[in-house]
C-alpha cells in the first residue's frame, strides 16, 4: 500500500467495529437456548440465531480465503454484508419487538430476548472486526498490486479533482437536498438502508468568536440512481466511494457555514409484515396496505461512523428519537453489499473464476418435445450446472401445443422478467385453463408478485391467493394433456423456485416426470390448494403440513430399527436448515442407537452433532461455495435398497407445521444413480466443506496426505460434462 495511503485507509476500511486481526473459527457466546423451541437440557440445542450468524461467518471466511480469486471475495464481503443487514432487518428487529412484552408474557418464553441480543451482539462484532481486518490488511493491498485503488477525497491528484468537480456539478448536485438538524424541530425521518452524511458546522459569522459547539447538516447519498463507485482518472484503476465525492464538495452545499468533518450514518427499519397468521379479512389487501409500511418500520439498527464525536452521537439519538439498543457502532462506510457493483478493470480476467456456464442436458439437448421425452421417462434438472431453458420451455411447449388442456403451478419467488409467467399468460390467451397459485406473503417478494398475479389475471389465468395461516412453499406444476391414448398428467416438481435469475446463483433439482405414481398425488395437491378439502391424499408425495413430518419421522424411525436388530442402517440428509426440535430429537435416537446420520447443512444448525453421548454418530458439514446449496434432499439406507426424497422443505418447525410444502421420491433409476453421484460428491468435498461440530467452530474438513482434492460444485459440473460427451454430439432421448 502507497506510504500516503495507508494512514487514511487504517481508518476508512474500518466496518462495523475497530478492527484487528481474527482467526478464521467464528466466536460463538454461551447458548441462549433456542429461540422458537424448548428443550428439556438446553445443551443439545444450538440458537437458531446464532447458527445463523456461524454460517455467515462460514460466507466470511470465503472472503478471508487467500486462495479465491481477488474479485470472488469482494463478492463475498457484499454477500456478507447484505446478510447481515437482512437479519437486522427482520431476526433482530423480531427481538427487540419482544423486549415490549409485559413482564408477565416474557416470562412465558422459553429463552431471554435481551440475553440472545447481547449475544447477538457479541458475535456480530467479532464478525465485523474480521470484516474490517480483512478488507484492510488482504483485500485493498491485492487491489493496489494488480493496479486497482480505492481512494478517498484526500488523496486526489489535480486532475482526479477537476474531474471530480466536474461529476459532481453535472450528476451529484442536482440530486442533494441538504438539510439543516435542529434541537426544536421534530425528528427527521431516514429512510430505511439508506446512507446519510452528518457533518458538523459552524456559522461564519460566529467563527471568530470560537463557538464551541457545532450544528450539524444532513445530506442522503443519491445510490440510487447514482452507482456507489465512481471510476476516476489516473495511472492504474482509480475508484472512489461517491460519498467521498460528496465529502470533498460539502463546502458548496452549505455555503453559510464552516463546514467540518463528515461521518456516515444508516438506519435499518424492521422490515417484516407479521402477517405469518392472519386467519380472515382480505389478505392481499392487508398486504398491499403493510408494504406501504415496510419502510416506515421502527428502528432495529442505527449504523453510525466509530470516529463520530460522543456529542454528535449524543444529538442524534435524541433527535431521532432513538433507543441505546439502536445504536450500533461502525464505520466510515455502511451497505458494503454495493460491492457487488465495484467496477472491474477490463484487464482483470484472471481476478475472477473461470465461468462455469450452464450445460445442456445430455438427454434434452435436441429433443423435438420436452413433455414427449418426459412422457417416455423421467430426467432430473440441476441448476446453475444445467440451463434453466427447459423449464420455461417446459411451460411454453404446454401453451403452445393444441393438445395441452390445463396448467396448474404454484409460484413463490418469480423473477423481475418472468418467462415462465409470460408462458403462463400465453397459455390462458390461448384458450387453456391455466390456474396458479401465488404466495404473497414470500418476503420482499411480495410487490412482485402482487404485480404478475394482476398481470395474469387480466390475461384469464385463475389466481389463486396465500391460504390463511399459511404459507404455500412448494415448486410444483401440473400439465395435462388431451392424447392419442387418452388423458396424460406431466409434473414438475422441484426444490427451488420458478425463477430464472436466481438458477443462475442457488443450486436445487427438478423433476419432469409422467409417471402416474406422481401425477395423481400432485392432483391431489393442487385440489386441496383451491377446494375445501382438509388434506391432500396422496400415496407417493409427502405433503406438509398433514403427512410431511409423519414420512419423515416413519424412515429415520425405520433406520432406529434397522440398526437395533443389527442390520444396515443410515441416513444422508441435506437441507438448509435444521431447526424442529422432534426431528433433533429423532436424529439423537438415532445416534445413541447405532445408526450413522450423515449432515449437509448450508445455513443454521440447531442440532450439536459429534456431542458426547447423545450425538457422536451424527456428522455433519457446511458447504460454501459459489453457488448457494438450496436443495433439499432426504436419502435413507431402507435396509439396503435406499430410498431418497428431494424436497422444497428443510426441518423446520415453520416448514413442517405451518407451510404447504412437498418432498417427492425418485422412482427413476437414472435420475436416481445422478442424485446419487451428487450426494457422494457433497459428501466426499474437502475443499468448501466445514465441519458443524457441537460449537460450530467453522473448521474447515481436513484433506488427509495423498487424497484427491475434491470440490464438490466444480465436480458435479465436470461429470455433467462428461455425461454430455459421452451422449455423443447428437443427444436426445
Same mark, same amino acid.
Given at each position: 500500500m502507497n506510504d500516503h495511503t495507508k494512514a487514511e485507509a487504517e481508518r476508512s476500511t474500518a466496518v462495523e467495529g475497530t478492527p484487528k486481526d481474527q482467526p478464521?473459527?467464528?466466536?460463538?457466546?454461551?447458548?441462549?437456548?433456542?429461540?422458537?423451541?424448548?428443550?428439556?437440557?438446553?445443551?443439545?440445542?444450538?440458537?437458531?440465531?446464532?447458527?445463523?450468524?456461524?454460517?455467515?461467518?462460514?460466507?466470511?471466511?470465503?472472503?478471508?480465503?487467500?486462495?479465491?480469486?481477488?474479485?470472488?471475495?469482494?463478492?463475498?464481503?457484499?454477500?456478507?454484508?447484505?446478510?447481515?443487514?437482512?437479519?437486522?432487518?427482520?431476526?433482530?428487529?423480531?427481538?427487540?419487538?419482544?423486549? @415490549?412484552?409485559?413482564?408477565?408474557?416474557?416470562?412465558?418464553?422459553?429463552?431471554?430476548?435481551?440475553?440472545?441480543?447481547?449475544?447477538?451482539?457479541?458475535?456480530?462484532?467479532?464478525?465485523?472486526?474480521?470484516?474490517?481486518?480483512?478488507?484492510?490488511?488482504?483485500?485493498?493491498?491485492?487491489?493496489?498490486?494488480?493496479?486497482?485503488?480505492?481512494?478517498?477525497? @484526500?488523496?486526489?491528484?489535480?486532475?482526479?479533482?477537476?474531474?471530480?468537480?466536474?461529476?459532481?456539478?453535472?450528476?451529484?448536485?442536482?440530486?442533494?437536498?441538504?438539510?439543516?438538524?435542529?434541537?426544536?424541530?421534530?425528528?427527521?425521518?431516514?429512510?430505511?438502508?439508506?446512507?446519510?452524511?452528518?457533518?458538523?458546522?459552524?456559522?461564519?459569522?460566529?467563527?471568530?468568536?470560537?463557538?464551541? @459547539?457545532?450544528?450539524?447538516?444532513?445530506?442522503?447519498?443519491?445510490?440510487?440512481?447514482?452507482?456507489?463507485?465512481?471510476?476516476?482518472?489516473?495511472?492504474?484503476?482509480?475508484?472512489?466511494?461517491?460519498?467521498?465525492?460528496? @465529502?470533498?464538495?460539502?463546502?458548496?452545499?452549505?455555503?453559510?457555514?464552516?463546514?467540518?468533518?463528515?461521518?456516515?450514518v444508516k438506519l435499518s427499519r424492521d422490515a417484516d409484515l407479521y402477517l405469518e397468521d392472519e386467519f380472515e379479512g382480505d389478505l392481499v389487501g392487508k398486504i398491499r396496505k403493510s408494504l406501504g409500511k415496510r419502510d416506515l418500520g421502527t428502528p432495529s439498527r442505527f449504523l453510525y461512523d466509530l470516529q463520530a464525536p460522543y456529542a454528535l452521537v449524543s444529538f442524534l439519538k435524541d433527535h431521532l428519537a432513538l433507543e441505546d439498543d439502536d445504536l450500533v457502532p461502525g464505520g466510515r462506510y455502511h451497505n458494503l453489499q454495493d460491492f457487488f457493483q465495484f467496477p472491474r478493470p477490463k484487464n482483470g480476467q484472471g481476478l475472477t473464476r473461470p465461468p462455469l456456464e450452464p450445460l445442456p442436458h445430455a438427454d434434452l439437448r435436441n429433443v423435438p418435445s420436452l413433455l414427449d421425452a418426459t412422457r417416455e421417462r423421467d430426467r432430473i434438472l440441476h441448476f446453475p450446472y444445467q440451463s434453466f431453458s427447459y423449464v420455461t420451455r417446459f411451460f411454453q411447449e404446454a401453451a403452445r401445443d393444441p393438445r395441452t388442456r390445463k396448467i396448474w403451478i404454484t409460484l413463490y419467488r418469480v423473477a423481475e422478467d418472468s418467462a415462465v409467467v409470460e408462458a403462463l399468460i400465453e397459455a390462458a390467451r390461448a384458450g387453456k385453463e391455466v390456474s396458479c397459485f401465488v404466495e404473497v406473503k414470500a418476503r420482499f417478494d411480495e410487490a412482485r408478485n402482487l404485480k404478475w398475479a394482476g398481470e395474469m389475471e387480466e390475461a384469464g389465468v385463475r389466481v389463486f391467493y396465500s391460504k390463511p395461516g399459511i404459507k404455500v412453499h412448494s415448486k410444483i406444476a401440473l400439465v395435462t394433456r388431451e392424447e392419442e391414448d387418452g388423458i396424460r398428467d406431466y409434473g414438475f416438481l422441484g426444490t427451488g423456485n420458478f425463477n430464472e435469475s436466481t438458477a443462475r446463483i442457488y443450486a436445487d433439482h427438478a423433476l419432469l416426470t409422467a409417471d402416474s405414481r406422481l401425477t395423481k398425488d400432485l392432483d391431489q395437491v393442487f385440489r386441496f390448494l383451491w377446494e375445501d378439502i382438509p388434506e391432500p391424499h396422496c400415496d407417493h408425495l409427502l405433503v406438509a403440513p398433514a403427512k410431511l413430518r409423519e414420512g419423515l419421522e416413519r424412515a429415520i424411525k425405520g433406520e432406529i430399527a434397522a440398526a437395533l436388530s443389527g442390520g444396515i442402517a443410515g441416513m444422508a440428509l441435506k437441507m438448509n436448515s435444521l431447526e424442529d426440535p422432534r426431528m433433533i430429537d429423532l436424529l439423537y435416537e438415532a445416534s445413541q442407537k447405532g445408526v450413522r446420520v450423515n449432515l449437509i447443512i448450508r445455513g443454521i444448525c440447531c442440532m450439536r452433532p459429534g456431542l458426547e453421548d447423545l450425538g457422536e454418530n451424527v456428522k455433519a458439514r457446511s458447504i460454501v461455495d459459489r453457488f448457494l446449496e438450496h436443495a433439499r434432499i432426504y436419502r435413507f439406507v431402507d435396509g439396503g435398497s435406499p430410498v431418497m426424497y428431494l424436497s422444497s422443505a428443510d426441518l423446520m418447525k415453520r416448514n413442517l407445521n405451518r407451510r404447504v410444502e412437498v418432498a417427492f421420491p425418485i422412482l427413476d433409476e437414472k435420475v436416481r444413480e445422478e442424485m446419487e453421484q451428487f450426494l457422494h460428491l457433497q459428501l466426499s468435498d474437502n475443499a468448501k466443506a466445514r465441519v458443524l461440530d457441537p460449537e460450530q467452530t467453522n473448521t474447515y474438513v481436513s484433506r488427509r496426505v495423498g487424497e484427491p482434492r475434491v470440490e464438490a460444485q466444480e465436480g458435479f459440473y465436470r461429470w455433467l460434462e462428461e455425461q454430455l460427451v459421452d451422449s455423443g454430439p447428437g443427444g436426445g432421448s
Open positions: 478464521t473459527s467464528v466466536a460463538q457466546p454461551s447458548a441462549s437456548g433456542p429461540a422458537e423451541s424448548p428443550g428439556e437440557n438446553p445443551d443439545r440445542f444450538l440458537n437458531r440465531e446464532i447458527t445463523w450468524l456461524a454460517f455467515n461467518g462460514r460466507v466470511l471466511q470465503e472472503a478471508m480465503d487467500p486462495r479465491v480469486p481477488l474479485f470472488e471475495r469482494l463478492k463475498f464481503l457484499a454477500i456478507f454484508s447484505s446478510n447481515l443487514d437482512e437479519f437486522f432487518r427482520v431476526r433482530v428487529a423480531s427481538l427487540r419487538s419482544l423486549l @415490549r412484552l409485559k413482564k408477565k408474557k416474557l416470562r412465558k418464553l422459553d429463552f431471554r430476548p435481551r440475553r440472545l441480543l447481547r449475544d447477538i451482539h457479541f458475535v456480530v462484532t467479532s464478525q465485523q472486526e474480521m470484516f474490517g481486518s480483512t478488507l484492510r490488511s488482504q483485500i485493498l493491498p491485492e487491489l493496489e498490486a494488480n493496479g486497482i485503488f480505492l481512494l478517498n477525497h @484526500r488523496n486526489l491528484t489535480r486532475l482526479q479533482t477537476a474531474f471530480l468537480e466536474s461529476f459532481f456539478t453535472e450528476k451529484v448536485r442536482p440530486l442533494m437536498d441538504p438539510l439543516l438538524l435542529t434541537e426544536t424541530e421534530g425528528p427527521t425521518f431516514l429512510d430505511d438502508g439508506r446512507i446519510y452524511l452528518v457533518t458538523e458546522l459552524w456559522p461564519k459569522v460566529d467563527i471568530s468568536l470560537g463557538s464551541e @459547539r457545532p450544528t450539524y447538516g444532513i445530506i442522503g447519498v443519491p445510490t440510487p440512481p447514482l452507482p456507489r463507485f465512481v471510476v476516476v482518472p489516473g495511472e492504474g484503476h482509480n475508484v472512489l466511494f461517491i460519498e467521498d465525492v460528496i @465529502r470533498q464538495f460539502l463546502p458548496t452545499l452549505f455555503p453559510d457555514h464552516e463546514v467540518g468533518s463528515a461521518y456516515g
